[in-house]
Each structure stands twice: as structure tokens, then as C-alpha cells.
């Protein structure tokens, strides 16, 4: 079945730790990003990427860092750096172009990160 | 930089009764999208708006776009507990990079 896979679904990290959330998908969509919710919030941008080997900052980019070394994966390391790492992170994609293109986006499951 | 606005953030109403969730976006866009978010889940596609006057409907929801107004409704018909979960829109950017509200909690009551 083609969709977007994130793993892990729940990850607990220690404080100073950098921990990797991976994001792939199976629907040759040209671009991927990431976007971090809070409890009671909407969802806000942290990188994106709209083809191989490039990427974009968010709006909340600091503390993180992504790579994009195939189309079809798009990983997120949340560094030590990130003041407050607890969140639902929610990977996503969908084609760019195209004249019957809708621009939607399409979700992974998402990763829970807990910071102890 | 786009902004979009939902209101109500938090709706409670009856099962059986009829309301509107407002979605206000700040600058031009020709799209609009509604999601649906189950407790700790991810976010359902429930309609993609792609021209002014677009109206679109599933079920008990239907959803239009303005784009003069720039506002788009999402309007449920006769509430069910099953519909009880957050909806957000989004608007798209010159990039078409999506920027979304803060979601409305809708709860349905019997």
C-alpha cells in the first residue's frame, strides 16, 4: 500500500540527547516536510524539501536539522539544541506541479517525543 | 506571510443541531483545505477547495470557499457523536506551502 511511514511511533529522550525520526514515503511526492504540533495547537512548518539534496527552513527550524539524500526519505534529527522537544512531530508530502494537481498533503502516523 | 484564522477554537454542541466553523485567511489564495484530527492521530483529508464558490460535501459536512472574502465555512448538518474530533484549515502560499489554523475542537454531546 503506498503511503508515508514514521517511525518510531513514540520515542522517550534524555535531556542533551539527539535523537532521529525518519519519514518515508512510497508515493513518488516530490516534496516532504515536517511539522511540529503542541498539545492545543495547530501544526507549525519546521523544514521542508521540494526536490533531492535541498531543503528549506520553517518557521521553528532551530534546534533541528533534516537531509533529503532520496526522494523518498526525508529524515528529522531533533538536536540538544531544542529548548522543548516534547511534541507530536508529523511528517508529510505530496506532489508539486501539474495541471490536475490539488496541492494537497498527506500525513504520516507521526511520532510522539517525550524528553525526560 | 499568510495567516489563517479558525473560529471557534472550541465548539460544543448537541448531537442533532446544526453549526459553522469559520476559517479566515489573511491574503490571496486559491486554495483551501479542511482536516480532520482524531486524539492523537494524524490529519485526515476531508475536502480540497480549488476555485471561489467551490462547495463541496461529505456526509453531515459541507465545506465552500470565498476567495473575495477570503473565508471558507465548514458547515455540519445534524451532529453525530462520530463527528466529535479537531478540524483545521489551511490556506496555500505563493509556494504552495500550506499554512494552517489552530484548529477547532468540536465535541458532540447527546
Known amino acids: 500500500d503506498g503511503g508515508i511511514t514514521q517511525s518510531p511511533k513514540y520515542l522517550f529522550r534524555k535531556e542533551g540527547q539527539n535523537v532521529t525520526l525518519s519519514c518515508e514515503q512510497n508515493l513518488n511526492h516530490d516534496a516532504m516536510y515536517w511539522y511540529r504540533q503542541d498539545p492545543g495547537q495547530g501544526l507549525r512548518l519546521i523544514y521542508y524539501?521540494?526536490?533531492?539534496?535541498?531543503?528549506q527552513k520553517g518557521d521553528i527550524a532551530e534546534g533541528y536539522s533534516v537531509s533529503r539524500e532520496k526522494k523518498e526519505s526525508f529524515p528529522l534529527t531533533v538536536t540538544s539544541a531544542q529548548k522543548n522537544p516534547t511534541a507530536f512531530y508529523l511528517c508529510?508530502?505530496?506532489?508539486?506541479?501539474?495541471?490536475?494537481?490539488?496541492?494537497?498533503?498527506?500525513f504520516g502516523e507521526g511520532s510522539r517525543l517525550t524528553v525526560l | 506571510e499568510l495567516k489563517v484564522e479558525q473560529n471557534p477554537l472550541f465548539l460544543s454542541m448537541q448531537e442533532g443541531k446544526n453549526y459553522t466553523i469559520y476559517c479566515n485567511y489573511s491574503t490571496t489564495s486559491d486554495r483551501l483545505y479542511w482536516y480532520r484530527q482524531d486524539p492523537g492521530k494524524s490529519l485526515e483529508s476531508l475536502f480540497v477547495l480549488l476555485s471561489n464558490g467551490a462547495v463541496k460535501q461529505e456526509g453531515r459536512l459541507m465545506a465552500s470557499l470565498d476567495t473575495k472574502a477570503r473565508l471558507s465555512t465548514l458547515h455540519i448538518t445534524a451532529a453525530v457523536h462520530d463527528l466529535s474530533a479537531t478540524y483545521f484549515c489551511?490556506?496555500?502560499?505563493?509556494?504552495?506551502?500550506?499554512?494552517f489554523g489552530k484548529g477547532t475542537k468540536l465535541s458532540v454531546i447527546p
Open positions: 524539501s521540494q526536490i533531492v539534496n535541498d531543503f
Open positions: 508529510a508530502s505530496r506532489i508539486l506541479g501539474g495541471a490536475t494537481n490539488t496541492g494537497e498533503l498527506f
Open positions: 489551511a490556506a496555500g502560499g505563493g509556494s504552495y506551502q500550506l499554512t
